[in-house]
């Protein structure tokens, strides 16, 4: 269910997620960052940690004497079967060390005291307190000024990146397939699919040795997946309003997609202050200058619109844009969501600093204005917001109230031919034609009756389960932000459906109890996750629930969600009880074109296992 806005400083150049919690972790003895000493003879490369923002490179560790080979996932399994709770792990290829760090001091307190001489594989762990990183920005201008006094090589950024005109830099960062001709992006995608199925074969094949008759018979079927691939579906075009049986280039579901974009305001790259826009590199790179969305071909015209507007509006200001390398400033950044009902809402965040509360309602009170009788009217915003982001105490951007400054305090879309209402911090597909074609998808393989009941696992605004009401006897969500449950139960009665329910938690909280309290003969789950995946505790609790026959797993990273699909498909062990998954179709879709991102989707059903198990063992004792 993530929205890939997230994942690339492209399409996420959100400032209070890349500074500092992005920065690279620490060196170890054997493993020194570059600038490492220098880093270490000047305390102001460190200063981020004394202000009062959330960063948890101030709870770090350092595990030493890890076991030989093992990976990412290991070491977050292991963490997770302790009731720890790591906020980033980072290894180093075959190193015996790792990183980690948390949320708090009382977690990393807790995990420093609980695997500290634990022993693992025949290892005996050692927990230390790591130093934070350097900060990259104040390291890379120290090592700019070694450079121009001791001759040093140059940046990596090369005199021909240089040249090319920033439209052309910024669409290499945020759609790094502006320039392949669309079926060649989907064979690209396609192929990744692949990758991630005939490795998931292999998986399944080491940790499910009953399935290997099986798996042998499917991997000579379908090119060593694990099961079929059906061909990809692209994210459709549209129909020209003004003639519906016309396909309009200019009118298409691949380009000008985004529904939802988030902009940092910041120094232009062409020096221009005050610029809402993408960032040119990552804050790690050293870099923070931004370029702005009007010539991108992924952001809509009613976006640039808004952008434009408010760009306007913040350089009649005397307010400058935040520093992340000062602390020092206001503007942050501004996020943008639209529909295809003509309604925007925008989002944004500035640093209070010192500022009376006079001054911010004032600064509030020229906003609406400008947005409703002033030269923003125009732009098309219906619901504006206004959030204060100064010191941070949470690493959870959702933790920070939104004031709204005029309009509406949500936004409404179509889809499926049903409404829905979007509130500030509600998930929402951000590219609305894809989603139908991917919804659409899902309720084909569910294959659904009136007496089925869907357990709509990080359900967001409801959009899944709420598009298949109609079909079955009863509809579970499950969501963890509760502005979005909210925006769920709402969006039930907008089309008037009364057999849906919403649940506000953890996945792995709530979950459980609501799947032992499914009594319907005829269970399916329908799962939607973050990048992340599924939290473990979700898989045991499907993997016991012997009732629940089929699952549709969606995924916007099936890289990703790996360990789950093996999870949910490896044999039975003390660990993991109840018969085993295996994956009936697979197909991607499309949902972020110009970019290597997209969404697959995989339908796993429940193996009789028992049933195996009875006839291997009386094909046994005939035998014998």
């Not at 762990?125 to 900060?135: E, I, T």
């Amino acid at each position: 269910m993530a929205d890939v806005n997230s994942s690339t400083i492209a399409d996420a150049p959100a400032p209070k997620e890349e500074k500092p919690d992005d920065l690279p972790q620490d060196s170890t003895d054997d493993v020194k960052a570059e600038g490492e000493s220098e880093a270490a003879s000047d305390p102001s490369m460190y200063r981020y940690i004394k202000e009062d923002l959330f960063t948890s490179e101030i709870y770090k560790v350092e595990i030493r004497n890890l076991p030989k080979f093992i990976g990412f996932n290991d070491l977050k399994k292991f963490l997770a079967k302790h009731s720890l709770n790591p906020h980033k792990i980072k290894l180093f290829g075959r190193q015996t060390f790792a990183f980690v760090t948390f949320k708090n001091e009382e977690e990393r307190d807790k995990a420093m005291k609980m695997v500290h001489g634990m022993q693992w594989k025949g290892q005996v762990l050692s927990v230390r307190l790591a130093k934070p990183k350097a900060d990259p920005i104040l390291r890379k201008r120290k090592q700019e000024e070694g450079e121009g006094a001791g001759g040093q090589p140059p940046s990596k950024r090369t005199e021909a990146d240089e040249e090319e005109p920033l439209s052309v830099q910024i669409a290499n960062v945020v759609t790094p397939l502006w320039n392949v001709p669309y079926e060649e992006q989907l064979r690209r995608k396609e192929q990744e699919v692949v990758a991630v199925l005939q490795r998931l074969a292999k998986e399944i094949g080491s940790t499910n040795k009953a399935m290997l008759p099986w798996l042998f018979a499917q991997k000579g079927k379908y090119n060593r997946m694990c099961c079929p691939l059906e061909t990809i579906r692209p994210s459709p075009t549209q129909c020209n309003p003004s003639d519906p049986g016309r396909i309009s280039p200019t009118l298409s579901w691949q380009t000008e997609y985004r529904n939802k974009c988030e902009f940092l305001i910041s120094v232009g790259a062409n020096d221009e202050d005050k610029t809402i826009g993408f960032r040119l590199g990552k804050y790690k790179g050293g870099s923070c200058a931004v370029v702005g969305p009007a010539e991108t071909c992924h952001v809509s015209v009613e976006a640039k619109r808004v952008v434009s507007e408010f760009q306007k509006f913040i350089r009649t200001t005397p307010y400058s844009v935040y520093s992340p390398e000062t602390y020092e400033g206001h503007w942050k950044q501004l996020t943008v969501r639209t529909t295809r009902t003509k309604q925007a809402m925008a989002i944004v965040f500035f640093n209070p600093q010192k500022l009376k509360e006079e001054e911010l309602d004032a600064l509030k009170s020229s906003m609406k204005k400008h947005f409703t009788e002033g030269e923003g009217k125009d732009s098309g915003v219906t619901c504006l917001y206004f959030v204060r982001e100064g010191q941070r105490t949470s690493p959870n951007p959702e933790d920070l109230p939104c004031e709204l400054v005029a309009g509406e305090g949500c936004i409404h879309e179509e889809l499926l031919g049903l409404k829905f209402r979007i509130s500030p911090h509600s998930f929402f597909q951000v590219n609305t034609g894809a989603a139908e074609v991917l919804y659409s998808a899902v309720g084909e393989w569910a294959q659904l009756d009136q007496e089925s009941t869907v357990l709509d696992v990080c359900c967001g605004t409801g959009t899944i389960g709420i598009s298949l009401a109609k079909k079955v006897k009863k509809v579970i969500g499950i969501e963890l932000c509760q502005e979005a449950v909210e925006d769920a139960k709402v969006n039930a009665k907008l089309n008037g459906l009364n057999n849906v329910e919403f649940h506000c938690g953890k996945a792995e909280d709530v979950f459980p109890n609501i799947l032992n309290a499914v009594v319907s003969p005829n269970v399916t789950a329908i799962v939607d996750p973050p990048r992340a995946g599924l939290h473990s505790k979700v898989i045991l609790a499907i993997r016991r629930a012997e009732h629940l026959k089929r699952l549709v797993y969606v995924a916007c990273n099936a890289k990703a969600a790996m360990t789950n699909f093996i999870d949910l498909c490896r044999a039975p062990s003390n660990r993991v009880h109840g018969a085993p998954f295996r994956p009936v179709r697979a197909m991607a879709v499309d949902l972020f074109p110009q970019t290597m991102h997209v969404e697959m989707l995989l339908l796993l059903e429940r193996v009789d296992y028992d049933s195996q198990q009875q006839t291997s063992s009386n094909q046994e004792k005939t035998g014998s």
